[in-house]
């Protein structure tokens, strides 16, 4: 919907009918100002139980020296589709790899089997692509982490529908790994279904339960996949303190500042020069959109040429973050709102289109 | 205006230096301090920009006496508009990495130029002396003349500090304090109203006066023998610097690096990141998360991308923007400790900052090393 046919038709009623429209937007306002924090606030939640895995498998990590598997990838097939593990920890003497899924909440078991499901089966069709990074692979263990509370549940669900997938639990506040295993099949029917690591002293560690010296220390602060106010709010520090530190004035940057940025903090990750450039053009796109840059050469159709500059008011850096969070959450709950409550004023009217109030048909 | 510490130009060699100070006759009504900073600098002329382009950059003209070197700088006196000139001998222990300056500048001529440059600059930052390190030095006062007292101190509480004391424990406060009964004072002042001192005064018979800041500044204000008294302060900013090193070293071991290992088909670089751990003297009530919050923004250290996990106990976990030093690191903070970790090349001036800041919100917390 174009953001001034909502303006447009909002003019045309009456003043009663327009109060009616007004407070269903305003609610309407609040309720996805509300969802969309809800929804970053689970991503930093995700965030930090990947970089609580992360930490536990660092290289030089107690995990790591006793059974050699280390953290290697975020995101490790994140270009192949959106269904996609979180994390790559791979053992170089057994060639063994470890995909790790991480749920930092689960509504219904069954559907986050389903997408783990979902995701192994997209990964079998790839495995080539972890070959090009890993040699011929010995071995895959499939591995949910969720919430040590719910990991139980987790592993007997899982075993009532014959997956292969090993499930760890984690205890943030003990900073706890542990394996879990199901009640209803004995070690060796659990190594051979999939469901516990064959490799023993992983298995043997993970089974009585690890104490991360580590916390949930943000070691990879971003993902392909995380949140994009998540990027933007990183991106955008990041800048800040590299101009400040170069002496560079921040009133003009560009693509490739931004995705110098962007090339370190994906370091990490399976991408290519190409497929940073499109993230960081992806963020540049949203940060345009929610009003968080200001385009300085808008006759400049290409992206990656246009000069840019914060058009959120602040110079210091806890002015800016706090202003790209407000834009990005307060613009994008405005049009869902606007949205939202044009089709509603519809049953309140008791009409089913909105055309006769506009000359132009409004696009949604 | 001119009121400068001189010495005959010439090449000097440490001892023959400290020797000079020792013996050297004051201008009338002055007063000689010793300041310490921390640096990144092993030498003067390593680095982008190395030490003597950082000071240059901000004003201050070097001279070469040998192992020392005399450092200029400027300001304009806020009051009469006069340009104040003010001169320290320097000498930057390559060891320590420390920049130990003596000279008899006021506290306002420091403000304006070498402090200036330890708040603003990267790769420059104070001496912090807190709680624990100034208890060092009481102590020691102590041993060496048993009738030492505390004349006069400053001391402050911050809303957000663990340290409450008995009544209205949210306010902002500071006392300044006169007498003779300074060591008691503070601590009734401190259980009462839970301030931390930021300046203390020593009347050491046998020795001087001295006054001592929690910047890393060392004050000489009565001499009895000249030599005495100024080996003595030469003694009390080792202590300190010893102390703090200390935790430095510790906080210096913290590093991020990329480091490749090699499968059957390509090399891949991992992350590898070691923190500095700050241990709280107690288990904290959950109560406590909201108040370093707030002491983290007082200090100007901006959260980002982070979240609290709280029930029983708590979590705050994220990324740290420090406004001052602009510098970015990640922090897990629980119950019992904080995990501060580079996320590129560590910063140390900006850790110390953040240390100086933990200090002051527990001051019996302990810096550690990972395990």
Partial sequence: ?364 | MKLSLKILPKKYALEEFINTILLLKLPPYSRIKILCYFTQYENWIDGNPNLIELLKKNGVMIEDFGEIKKLTAFYVDSRTQEKVEIVFYTRLNPDAKILYCITIASMTGINYTLDRIARNSRGFYFLPIGVYTFNLITNFLLQSDKNTKCTYFSATHSPWSTIEGEVRSRIDRTTIYYGFDGFQSLEELKSFYGVLPKTIRYDVPDYGIFEIKNSGCFTLMGEKIEVESRRMLLKLSEIAIKDVLVKKEVIDAADFSIIPIETESRIIRIPKSTPWIYKFSKELKDEYLDLLINGLIEDEFTLFNYTTFEGGSFILSGMVYDEIKNNIFTIHVDNSKIIVAPSKTPQFDSFLRFYETLEYFDPEGVVQAMD
């Avoid at chain 1, 996805?32 to 606030?41: A, L, T, V, W, Y």
């Avoid at chain 1, 990838?73 to 994140?78: A, C, I």
């Avoid at chain 1, 290409?302 to 959120?312: A, Y």
């Fill in chain 1, 1 to 364: 919907m174009s953001l001034d046919s909502y303006e447009k038709f909002r003019d045309s009623l009456s003043k009663r009918n327009r109060e009616i429209l007004e407070k269903i937007y305003s609610e309407k306002f609040e309720e996805h100002k509300n969802r969309i924090e809800e929804g970053f606030d689970s991503n930093q939640m995700h965030n930090k139980l990947v970089n609580f895995c992360i930490n536990c498998f660092q290289t030089d990590s107690f995990l790591y020296n006793k059974t050699g598997y280390e953290f290697v990838f975020v995101d490790p097939l994140y270009q192949t589709g959106p269904k996609n593990f979180d994390i790559a920890i791979f053992k170089i003497k057994n060639k063994g790899l470890l995909l790790v899924e991480c749920k930092s909440r689960i509504s219904d078991y069954d559907e986050i089997i389903d997408d783990v499901q979902e995701t192994i089966s997209d990964t079998i069709k790839n495995v080539y692509m972890l070959e090009n990074y890993f040699g011929p692979l010995s071995f895959i263990n499939y591995v949910l982490c969720v919430d040590a509370v719910d990991a139980q549940k987790v592993v007997e669900k899982i075993y009532e529908r014959n997956v292969p997938i090993c499930t760890w639990g984690c205890s943030f506040f003990q900073k706890r790994l542990r394996l879990f295993k199901s009640e209803k099949e004995s070690h060796i029917q659990s190594i051979e279904s999939g469901r516990m690591h064959g490799d023993e002293s992983l298995r043997r560690i993970l089974y009585e339960g690890h104490e991360s010296a580590r916390g949930t220390e943000s070691t990879i602060p971003i993902f392909p996949s995380s949140h994009m106010l998540t990027i933007l709010n990183h991106t955008n520090m990041t800048l800040i303190e590299s101009s400040i530190l170069r002496g560079i004035p921040l009133d003009s940057f560009d693509f490739v500042r931004l995705n110098e940025i962007m090339e370190r903090e994906m370091l990490f990750t399976t991408f290519n020069a190409k497929k940073v450039e499109e993230l960081t053009q992806k963020m540049i796109e949203t940060a345009l959109k929610k009003q968080i840059y200001e385009d300085k050469e808008k006759d400049i159709i290409d992206i990656m040429k246009k000069s840019l500059r914060f058009s959120i008011p602040g110079r210091k850096p806890s002015t800016i973050i706090k202003n790209i969070h407000k834009s990005y959450i307060e613009l994008n709950a405005m049009n869902r709102a606007k949205s939202d409550a044009l089709e509603e004023i519809k049953n309140v009217l008791g009409i089913t289109t909105l055309d006769r109030f506009f000359k132009v048909k409004p696009e949604f």
